[in-house]
C-alpha cells in the first residue's frame, strides 16, 4: 500500500515533461550561492521545488520552464534538464529506506525582513551581502517597525550584528572618541527618547521582546555574531540594569549577575557577564579569548550529520558539499558547550576546543539558529575592513549555511519535524 501511494505521489509531480535538476555537489555547480535564489525565484513564481536532501551536494529539483532555464544562464548557475522518467528514477532513490536521503517540497518563498540600521552597508552583514548576492528579495526593518508589530508581516527575520543590551557594542574601550562610535550612540539615545524611552538598553530590550514574541508565535530568527549572546543576555536581564555609567548614565546594579534569569533565554545558560566595560566581550558564552590553541590553518568545523526521513529540519540547515568548513571570527566567534541548553541541537562544533557554532532550537511555535562569526569569507573582520566579494567566493560552504536557513521556511511544514 505504500509503495503505491509513492508511485501516485511521483506520478502526480511528474505531470510536466520534464525538469530542472540543479546539483549542489563540489563538482558540478558552478555558484552555489546563486543556486539558492535561482531556487528562490521559482518559488516566487508560483512554481513548487523538491529540496533533494543529501542528494548531490543538497541538489533542487525545479519545475522546467524556458524562464527558469534563463534565470539559470544569467544568473551562472549550473543546471540540467531531465525528462520525467529521469526525476522519477532519481525520487525513487531518495525514497528507500536504505539511504539517508529525502525529497522535501518547498511550496512558498519566505518573506524575508533583515533587522539593520538604514545606515549600514549591505557588507557590513554577512547576511544581507549574501542575500544581495543570490538575488533574494528582502525588507530592511528595525526598532520603529519592530515595535509597531511588523514583523508580523514576514516569515523570515535575521537579526544584524545588533547589541541588545545597550552597551553599544562593547565598543568602548578602543573607539569611544572615534567619530563613529560618537555619532552611533548619539543616534541610538535620539532614537529611544523618541520612541518613549530614557534608557537605549529599556528600548533595545523592548525590542528583544517583540522579537521573542515573533518567535514563539511561529516566526524564524537567525542571527550571527553578537546578536547571538547579546540577545540572550538582554533577555536574562529583564528589569535588571546591567549597564556601566558610560552606557546609560548610572551605574549597573549590585550583583547584577545573580540576578539573571536564564529560564527566559533561548539557547544559553549559566553564563557570567563580562563586568569590565572597556573589555570588548559580553559574557563567558563567546569562545573568541579561549581558542588561543587554534591557528587560523587548522580552524576548521565539523557539520553533523542527521537523518533525513526523520529529522529533515537539521538535515536542511547542514546541507552542502563539504562536513569540513573554514572557521572564521567574529566579537562572537563560537559558543562554549558548557552555556549551550542540553535542548539546543549542535549543528556545528569544533571538538578540539569543545565550541558550538552553529546550533539551533525551538521556541513556542517557532524556531531559530544562531551561527557564530562575522564573515564566512573574512577570517578576522575589523571596522573598516573592506567588502568580501562573493564573485570570488560563490561555492562557499560557510555562506551555504546562512542561504539554508533563508530558504528552509519554505518547506511543507507537515513534513517538519524536531
Excluded at 550612540?185 to 529599556?202: C, D, H, M, Q, W
Excluded at 547584577?256 to 539557547?267: G, I, P, V
Amino acid at each position: 500500500m505504500k509503495i503505491v501511494i509513492l508511485l501516485f505521489t511521483l506520478i502526480s509531480y511528474t505531470t510536466y515533461a520534464s525538469f530542472i535538476l540543479i546539483p549542489m555537489d563540489e563538482v558540478s555547480q558552478t555558484n552555489h550561492l546563486k543556486a539558492y535564489g535561482i531556487t528562490y525565484w521559482s518559488l516566487q513564481q508560483g512554481n513548487t521545488a523538491k529540496w533533494l536532501l543529501n542528494y548531490e551536494g543538497g541538489s533542487f529539483l525545479l519545475e522546467d520552464n524556458e524562464s527558469t532555464r534563463n534565470e539559470c544562464k544569467i544568473r551562472g548557475v549550473t543546471f540540467y534538464v531531465i525528462s520525467d522518467t529521469q526525476a522519477v528514477q532519481i525520487l525513487m532513490k531518495i525514497s528507500s529506506p536504505s539511504v539517508n536521503m529525502d525529497a522535501i517540497l518547498l511550496e512558498k518563498a519566505p518573506k524575508i525582513a533583515v533587522y539593520s540600521p538604514n545606515e549600514k552597508l549591505p557588507w557590513d552583514d554577512a547576511v544581507t551581502l549574501v542575500l544581495t548576492y543570490a538575488e533574494i528579495p528582502f525588507d530592511v526593518v528595525y526598532d520603529e517597525e519592530v515595535l509597531e508589530e511588523k514583523l508580523l508581516l514576514y516569515e523570515w527575520l535575521h537579526l544584524h550584528h545588533e547589541d541588545f543590551t545597550g552597551q553599544f557594542g562593547r565598543f568602548y574601550g578602543a573607539y569611544r572618541t572615534a567619530p563613529w562610535y560618537i555619532e552611533q550612540k548619539k543616534e541610538a539615545e535620539n532614537l529611544a527618547k523618541k520612541l518613549g524611552y530614557t534608557k537605549v538598553s529599556e528600548e533595545k530590550l523592548a525590542v528583544a521582546l517583540k522579537i521573542k514574541d515573533f518567535v514563539i508565535g511561529g516566526g524564524f530568527m537567525f542571527a550571527m555574531c553578537s546578536a547571538t549572546d547579546s540577545f540572550d543576555i538582554a533577555l536574562a536581564a529583564e528589569g535588571v540594569d546591567i549597564c556601566e555609567t558610560m552606557f546609560d548614565g548610572d551605574p549597573s546594579e549590585i550583583d547584577y549577575q545573580d540576578k539573571l534569569d536564564f529560564n527566559k533565554t533561548f539557547a544559553f545558560k549559566d553564563f557570567t557577564l563580562v563586568r569590565n566595560p572597556v573589555e570588548y566581550e559580553f559574557s563567558s558564552i563567546d569562545m573568541t579569548r579561549k581558542r588561543s590553541n587554534i591557528k587560523r590553518t587548522s580552524d576548521y568545523f565539523s557539520l553533523k550529520e542527521y537523518s533525513a526521513k526523520w529529522d529533515p529540519i537539521p538535515t536542511m540547515l547542514c546541507q552542502n558539499h563539504t562536513q569540513l568548513v573554514k572557521g572564521f571570527m567574529g566579537q562572537t566567534t563560537s559558543f562554549d558547550r558548557v552555556s549551550v541548553k542540553s535542548n539546543i541541537l549542535v549543528l556545528g562544533e569544533n571538538n578540539i576546543n569543545h565550541e558550538a557554532r552553529y546550533i539551533h532550537g525551538v521556541k513556542g511555535k517557532g524556531m531559530f539558529t544562531f551561527y557564530g562569526g562575522h564573515d564566512p569569507e573574512d577570517y578576522q573582520h575589523r571596522v573598516g575592513d573592506p567588502k568580501t566579494e562573493l564573485d570570488l567566493h560563490p561555492n562557499s560552504p560557510g555562506y551555504r549555511l546562512i542561504l539554508n536557513n533563508v530558504l528552509f521556511p519554505a518547506a511543507k511544514k507537515k513534513k517538519q519535524k524536531t
